[in-house]
């Protein structure tokens, strides 16, 4: 029976297809529960970068609608993001003053930027860049953005003037003038992080961020703010997105290109990140098309004179729990913001800095992954001293030079792990016909005058001195001993010129010290490949290659 023809994806708005009447209605409510968790999130979120409360309201507004229409995931949310915030803000303040019209403008324009990157990786199906990024490496890198919110936000939890520059002025303002906290702030800030904590903890699906806000917004009304001496947002201009190209001018793009790389990487990884833990019954995502999504998202906020924008993983795991199957929920979100934005921006002026302080110091919290350390911690002191680095690399470094190094270690850590690659001795499983790498766990079984030996890693520049070094002395040890050395390969899927070289001279030797050379289970369609294009196949011989160790023993040491 021939299954039924799929329907061809939709150009546009993918992520919609298939959308039942009876999934409408938990859309709608998981649409409602996002923006409640949304509202606050991208005010607070803009507060941070430093820039005005609105531009938040437009970024989660355009960035909806972008990923909406072209990315593939039924339930992510895109928008703000405290992750990528930090480290544009911070680059750009050296760019200019935070909050004046050029810093607006650079903010823009790096989300444009930023866009055009994810469009051109979505487009080339380079959703392996992701992986350039070790779990230890990641955690250690919002570890050191977790730190970094946590100080810019103090002194509006404190109830102290705003800070500026970096890490360490930050900090010397905050002891200069420590003198000066505000108790009332403090308790704002505090209660409003523990009501979020609270809300958290008991589901996702509270809106325990909105609710905190109205209570200490109420209070702070009640008992006068003026009197509490607590900072309030103040007035927020109505309006909806317009779309303008930001107002820079050619200089900038040079010194925004680089911070747009960064920003566009830590994108990617976190849209994949989010894409396929939230996949559900929708199978592997399309994470390239995930990437053009999260590109026009960017895109459209740049023109929307906002800045770069992510996928968070907390707001779309609230729509997943809410019973989101597909982005009407996001869009639902979106249009409730846009009502909020072009009418009701009033109800905002009320609102105390530091209850924004304490959404912010939540966030914070819940990016810094104590579990994952303490694992790290437990089961490999390497990586654990790895994310510590990184961690301490981004809290006391200028975030994007951080982050750079961040990436250099996670790509200098896989390196490492591949050049520790060495031969190792395989024996024959008793009563069988397997051959498996020798252990202390099991007692193997050796061929008299055969030495069958294994290289778990692909073979190239950065592990063959150690193949060739390896297999030579392995080759010495046993001359005028052994009469057939067998390369078991099931774990070579690649090998480049330079290891090809190291594999034809260890061929060559064994040869002129008598032995006979084969290689079993090279299983890999590129190593086979590779064999016949670098002159390996021809320096063995075709007879010489084997789909398993026994049959090139039999063939070959039992003539």
């Given at each position: 029976?021939q299954?039924?023809?799929?329907?061809?994806?939709?150009?546009?708005?993918?992520?919609?297809?298939?959308?039942?009447?009876?999934?409408?209605?938990?859309?709608?409510?998981?649409?409602?529960?996002?923006?409640?968790?949304?509202?606050?999130?991208?005010?607070?979120?803009?507060?941070?970068?430093?820039l005005?409360?609105?531009l938040?309201?437009?970024?989660?507004?355009?960035?909806?609608?972008?990923?909406?229409?072209?990315?593939?995931?039924?339930?992510?949310?895109?928008?703000?993001?405290?992750?990528?915030?930090?480290?544009?803000?911070g680059?750009?303040?050296?760019?200019a003053?935070?909050?004046?019209?050029?810093?607006?403008?650079?903010?823009?324009?790096?989300?444009?930027?930023?866009?055009?990157?994810?469009?051109?990786?979505?487009?080339?199906?380079?959703?392996?860049?992701?992986?350039?990024?070790?779990?230890?490496?990641?955690?250690?890198?919002?570890?050191g953005?977790?730190?970094?919110?946590?100080?810019s936000?103090?002194?509006?939890?404190?109830?102290?003037?705003?800070?500026?520059?970096?890490?360490?002025?930050?900090?010397?303002?905050?002891?200069?003038?420590?003198?000066?906290?505000?108790?009332?702030?403090v308790?704002?800030?505090l209660?409003?992080?523990?009501t979020?904590l609270?809300?958290e903890?008991v589901?996702?699906?509270?809106?325990?961020?909105?609710?905190?806000?109205?209570?200490?917004?109420?209070?702070?009304?009640?008992?006068?703010?003026?009197?509490?001496?607590?900072?309030?947002?103040?007035?927020?201009?109505?309006?909806?997105?317009?779309?303008?190209?930001?107002?820079?001018?050619?200089?900038d793009?040079?010194?925004?290109?680089?911070?747009?790389?960064?920003?566009?990487?830590?994108?990617?990884?976190?849209?994949?990140?989010?894409?396929?833990?939230?996949?559900?019954?929708?199978?592997?995502?399309?994470?390239?098309?995930?990437?053009?999504?999260?590109?026009v998202?960017?895109?459209?906020?740049?023109?929307?004179?906002?800045?770069?924008?992510?996928?968070?993983?907390?707001?779309?795991?609230?729509?997943?729990?809410?019973?989101?199957?597909?982005?009407?929920?996001?869009?639902t979100?979106?249009?409730?913001?846009?009502l909020?934005?072009?009418f009701?921006?009033?109800?905002?002026?009320?609102?105390?800095?530091?209850?924004?302080?304490g959404?912010?110091l939540?966030?914070?919290?819940?990016?810094?992954?104590?579990?994952?350390?303490?694992?790290?911690?437990g089961?490999?002191?390497?990586?654990?001293?790895?994310?510590?680095?990184?961690m301490?690399?981004?809290?006391?470094?200028?975030?994007?030079?951080?982050?750079?190094?961040?990436?250099?270690?996670?790509?200098?850590?896989?390196?490492?792990?591949?050049?520790?690659?060495?031969?190792?001795?395989?024996?024959?499983?008793?009563?069988?016909?397997?051959?498996w790498?020798?252990?202390?766990?099991?007692?193997?079984?050796?061929?008299?005058?055969?030495?069958?030996?294994?290289?778990?890693?692909?073979?190239?520049?950065?592990?063959?001195?150690?193949?060739?070094?390896?297999?030579?002395?392995?080759?010495?040890?046993?001359?005028?001993?052994?009469?057939?050395?067998?390369?078991?390969?099931?774990?070579?899927?690649?090998?480049?010129?330079?290891?090809?070289?190291?594999?034809?001279?260890?061929?060559?030797?064994?040869?002129?010290?008598?032995?006979?050379?084969?290689?079993?289970?090279?299983?890999?369609?590129?190593?086979?490949?590779?064999?016949?294009?670098?002159?390996i196949?021809?320096?063995?011989?075709?007879?010489?290659?084997?789909?398993?160790?026994?049959?090139?023993?039999?063939?070959?040491?039992?003539?």
């Open positions: 029976m299954s039924p023809k799929a329907r061809p994806a939709w150009p546009v708005f993918q992520a919609l297809q298939g959308v039942t009447m009876a999934e409408l209605g938990g859309d709608l409510i998981a649409g409602a529960t996002l923006a409640a968790i949304a509202i606050p999130e991208q005010i607070a979120t803009a507060q941070l970068g430093g005005p409360p609105q938040g309201f437009f970024a989660f507004i355009v960035a909806g609608l972008g990923f909406a229409a072209f990315g593939s995931s039924r339930r992510l949310s895109a928008g703000a993001d405290s992750t990528i915030t930090p480290i544009f803000a680059s750009l303040a050296g760019m003053s935070v909050g004046s019209a050029h810093y607006l403008a650079l903010a823009a324009a790096l989300a444009l930027l930023v866009g055009l990157i994810l469009v051109l990786a979505g487009a080339f199906k380079m959703d392996w860049i992701a992986d350039l990024l070790s779990r230890p490496v990641i955690t250690g890198f919002l570890a953005i977790s730190i970094h919110i946590v100080i936000q103090a002194p509006a939890i404190l109830g102290l003037s705003e800070g500026s520059g970096d890490v360490y002025h930050r900090l010397a303002r905050l002891w200069a003038e420590a003198g000066g906290v505000n108790p009332a702030a308790a704002i800030g209660g409003v992080f523990a979020i609270l809300g903890r589901s996702a699906r509270i809106p325990s961020a909105l609710a905190a806000l109205v209570a200490a917004t109420l209070a702070c009304g009640a008992l006068g703010a003026d009197r509490l001496g607590v900072r309030l947002l103040g007035a927020v201009p109505a309006g909806v997105p317009a779309p303008a190209l930001p107002a820079i001018v050619f200089d793009l040079p010194r925004l290109f680089g911070l747009a790389v960064l920003i566009a990487l830590v994108v990617m990884m976190q849209t994949a990140v989010t894409s396929r833990s939230f996949a559900g019954e929708d199978g592997d995502p399309d994470i390239g098309r995930d990437y053009v999504g999260l590109g998202a960017n895109a459209l906020s740049g023109l929307a004179g906002a800045f770069p924008v992510n996928a968070s993983p907390p707001r779309t795991a609230a729509v997943a729990e809410s019973g989101g199957r597909s982005q009407v929920a996001g869009l979100a979106v249009l409730a913001v846009l909020l934005a072009a009701g921006t009033k109800v905002l002026a009320a609102i105390p800095v530091a209850a924004l302080g959404v912010l939540f966030v914070a919290q819940r990016i810094f992954h104590v579990g994952e350390l303490r694992e790290l911690w089961r490999t002191r390497a990586e654990f001293g790895l994310a510590l680095l990184t301490a690399l981004i809290a006391a470094l200028p975030i994007q030079t951080g982050v750079a190094i961040g990436v250099f270690l996670s790509l200098a850590h896989g390196v490492f792990t591949v050049t520790r690659a060495q031969p190792i001795p395989f024996e024959r499983m008793p009563g069988s016909t397997v051959w790498p020798a252990s202390p766990h099991a007692t193997g079984e050796t061929e008299t005058g055969v030495l069958v030996t294994g290289f778990q890693a692909p073979l190239s520049f950065l592990n063959a001195h150690d193949f060739r070094r390896g297999l030579l002395s392995a080759i010495e040890e046993g001359r005028g001993r052994l009469r057939l050395v067998v390369l078991e390969a099931s774990s070579v899927v690649e090998i480049d010129f330079t290891a090809s070289a190291a594999l034809i001279e260890v061929i060559g030797k064994a040869r002129a010290a008598g032995m006979d050379f084969a290689v079993a289970r090279l299983e890999s369609v590129r190593a086979r490949a590779a064999f016949d294009r670098l002159g196949a021809e320096a063995l011989g075709a007879d010489h290659i084997f789909p398993s160790v026994e049959q090139a023993i039999r063939t070959l040491a039992r003539d």
